[in-house]
């Protein structure tokens, strides 16, 4: 523009001092570099995907990229546009957030990827809108939990077998059992006894005929003998795999507060418990009690499914709403429990003594609904 106007002061200076006569058509207007027109459109160019938008739009937010002239290193003179080669989906949500003032997380995008987008174009994730907030830390936290898993099990194979110590590579084949033969085998054979502990947990429940004294007996008392031998013998491999995962273990701090370690020791402390109790009635109905802890056998097989450790992430990120789900839950029982029991009160035949005991007609109810 100022060039422009230099180009004309020779010839008004010279109208005005008579040197040559002013002319009578006005003269046209001086040109103008259209690229810093402040109202200008503005092509963007995202790995072939082209937006448009105001200038002002973007320069509402100087400390960002494209609000910035920073934005000038990507023009393209030929095209005018800018390109930027970036996932232009996200992009969509970035330039919302230029137009509206507010940022939001896409769920369907990869927390990651999302997070090296805004990282690219200078806009700090703190921003995010409240609707979305929430979701976006419990997704990032998760994240960030899988890649310390992730590192963990890479240094442990970054680790040559000339540089390991027997230690080391016990811990490597029950972490990575397709890593050799051998621990290829072990977890197979665990994962086939916890089947059939799992099993044969359900099926010495199952009526097996009547006895001496024409009472109905289960398989597992009909069979004594081979459902004790079959549990002993998972006990066993159990009890060898937990010790020597102990040894094996880098920490073994760590490794005892660990919530897998917790299920392998519920699920084996029944049978030595059992082996030191006497037949004394006093102590029977507590062992018949401790017996259901087998049960925890069945998440063993989290070791050896790569969707159940997916579920227990979800659970572990959903924590929160979860507690909040279950405090309702509670506040909705004792209301209407307490209801109940007053509105009963009077009445002879109320089987709401009190108000303890109309909560299982409330939860059955709620959750019935």
């Known amino acids: 523009m100022a060039a422009g106007v230099a180009a004309w002061l020779p010839f008004a200076r010279a109208a005005a001092i008579g040197w040559m006569p002013v002319a009578s058509a006005p003269m046209p207007p001086p040109p103008r570099d259209k690229r810093h027109t402040r109202d ?53 949500h970035i330039l919302n957030f230029y137009r509206t003032g507010k940022l939001h997380y896409p769920r369907h995008e990869c927390i990651s990827a999302y997070d090296e987008e805004l990282a690219f174009f200078g806009i700090i994730p703190e921003i995010i809108g409240d609707c979305c907030y929430e979701e976006y830390k419990d997704r990032r936290r998760e994240n960030a939990e899988r890649i310390q898993d992730d590192e963990d099990t890479e240094n442990g194979n970054d680790v040559t077998q000339l540089d390991m110590t027997i230690r080391q590579s016990m811990w490597r084949a029950f972490e990575n059992p397709h890593t050799s033969t051998m621990a290829l085998v072990f977890y197979y054979v665990t994962g086939f006894f916890i089947a059939v502990s799992v099993m044969a947990n359900v099926v010495e429940t199952v009526p097996c005929g009547t006895g001496s004294r024409a009472k109905e007996m289960s398989c597992g008392e009909r069979y004594a003998l081979a459902f004790f031998c079959l549990d002993t013998a998972c006990v066993m491999i159990f009890t060898v795999e937990y010790l020597l995962r102990l040894i094996a273990a880098p920490s073994r701090y760590k490794f005892v507060k660990s919530v897998m370690s917790i299920i392998d020791v519920v699920a084996i402390m029944p049978y030595y418990i059992g082996l030191v109790m006497t037949d004394n009635e006093d102590v029977s109905g507590a062992f018949v009690t401790l017996r259901v802890f087998r049960v925890f056998r069945i998440f063993k097989f989290s070791r050896h499914s790569a969707g159940l450790r997916i579920l227990g992430y979800t659970l572990k990120s959903c924590a929160s709403e979860l507690g909040f789900l279950l405090f ?42």
């Open 40 to 92: 200008e459109l503005i092509i963007l160019n995202v790995s072939g995907t082209r937006f448009q938008t105001w200038r002002n739009t973007l320069e509402r937010y100087p400390d960002t990229l494209l609000g910035s002239t920073e934005r000038d290193f990507f023009y393209h003179e030929e095209t005018n546009e800018y390109f930027f080669d970036r996932d232009p989906d996200i992009f969509r």
């Open 328 to 369: 309702s839950l509670t506040m909705a029982i004792i209301i209407f429990a307490t209801v109940m029991f007053y509105a009963e009160k009077g009445s002879n035949s109320s089987k709401f003594t009190s108000i303890p005991a109309a909560f299982w007609y409330t939860i059955v109810t709620m959750t019935t609904l």
